[in-house]
C-alpha cells in the first residue's frame, strides 16, 4: 500500500501456535522505503521475506537495492526475516541499544518472553550493524529523513519514528491497541509513552504495526485514548485479582481476562507476565 511516493506499508499475515488445538491469528505491518536505495522497517515473522520480496519486485525494484533494515524492537514477528534479508542482500541492520541482546540472541529472548511458537516466528538470531539510542536522525534518503523517538513500554527499546517530511508517524508496537492481547513489558512506562505519543503534533498519517493507516485527527487521538483506557481497565483488574503475587499458575491471569470478557486464547504466561508488571 503507497502512504506516500517513497514510504510503502505491507501488512503480513501471520498465525500464532497457542496449543496444538488453538491457533492465534495475527498480522503485522512492515515498511518498504523506496528512494535511491531501499531501506526496510521491521522485517515480519520468519517466511515475511517472501511477501517483501515479491512487492518490491512488482514494483520494478531488485531485491540487491535493499541497503538498511530497521529494526523497531526485538519481538520475534519483527526480527523473524531480518537474518535471512541480511544474507540475502548484505544490508546494514540497525537497531536500538536496549533490544540488542535479544535480537543477536533468540535463545536469551525465549527465555526471558516465552511466546507460543516462537521458534516458528523467527528464522535466527541477527547482528547488528550500528544501534540507535534515540534522538537521531537518519537520512534514508533525499527528503525522507527518519527520527528516532524512544517508546518503551512495549518493550524496552521500543521506539517510533517520525518522518518530517512526509508527515508521517509509524509508532511501531508502543501504542496498545484496545481489547487486542496484552504483550507489554512494562506498564508504566507504556502509560508514559502513550502520553508522550499524544503530545506529537506535526504528522498527518499514523502508522503503527497492528492497525491500518489513520489520516483523521479524531480517529487517531481516538485509538490512542482507547489504548489508555484498556490499559487502565486492565490495571482495575489486575490490582484486584492478583492478591496472590506469588502464584506460578495462570489462575489470576484467567480472572482478569474472563472479567474484561476477553478471549480465553489470551491465557497465556506472556499475558501474565504483562499483568505482573503492574504489581
Given at each position: ?181 496484552p504483550t507489554y513489558d512494562n506498564f508504566k ?91
Amino acid at each position: 500500500m503507497e502512504i506516500t511516493k517513497k514510504i510503502h506499508l505491507l501488512k503480513i499475515d501471520f498465525s500464532v501456535q497457542i496449543t496444538p488445538e488453538k491457533v492465534l491469528p495475527r498480522f503485522v505491518n512492515s515498511l518498504i522505503i523506496f528512494g535511491d536505495s531501499i531501506t526496510i522497517i521491521d522485517s515480519g515473522v520468519k517466511d515475511s521475506y517472501v511477501a517483501i520480496y515479491d512487492y518490491i519486485e512488482k514494483h520494478s525494484r531488485k531485491i540487491s537495492e535493499i541497503k538498511t533494515l530497521i529494526i523497531s524492537h526485538s519481538h520475534p514477528d519483527h526480527i523473524g526475516s531480518a537474518s535471512r534479508i541480511k544474507k540475502d542482500t548484505g544490508c546494514k541492520v540497525i537497531g536500538h541499544l536496549n533490544e540488542k541482546d535479544w535480537i543477536e540472541n533468540i535463545d536469551l529472548q525465549y527465555k526471558s518472553r516465552p511466546v507460543p511458537g516462537f521458534y516458528n516466528l523467527v528464522e535466527e538470531s541477527v547482528m547488528l550493524d550500528s544501534v540507535l539510542l534515540g534522538g537521531e536522525e537518519l537520512t534514508l534518503d533525499e527528503n525522507v529523513n527518519a527520527q528516532i523517538i524512544n517508546t518503551p513500554g512495549h518493550s524496552k527499546g521500543s521506539f517510533s519514528i517520525l518522518f518530517k517530511e512526509d508527515l508521517v508517524l509509524f509508532t511501531a508496537d508502543s501504542l496498545p491497541v484496545e481489547n487486542d492481547i496484552p504483550t507489554y513489558d512494562n506498564f508504566k512506562e507504556l502509560k508514559n509513552t502513550i502520553q508522550k505519543i499524544k503530545l506529537i503534533s506535526n504528522y498527518k498519517t499514523l502508522l503503527s504495526s497492528w492497525t491500518e493507516p489513520l489520516n483523521n485527527k479524531t480517529e487517531i487521538l481516538s485509538l490512542i485514548e482507547k489504548g489508555n483506557q484498556y490499559l487502565d481497565r486492565l490495571d482495575r483488574a489486575i490490582k484486584k485479582y492478583y492478591v496472590d503475587k506469588e502464584t506460578t499458575s495462570l489462575e489470576n491471569c484467567t480472572k482478569v481476562i474472563e472479567a474484561l470478557g476477553l478471549p480465553l486464547i489470551f491465557v497465556v504466561p506472556l499475558v501474565d507476565r504483562a499483568f505482573r508488571t503492574h504489581l
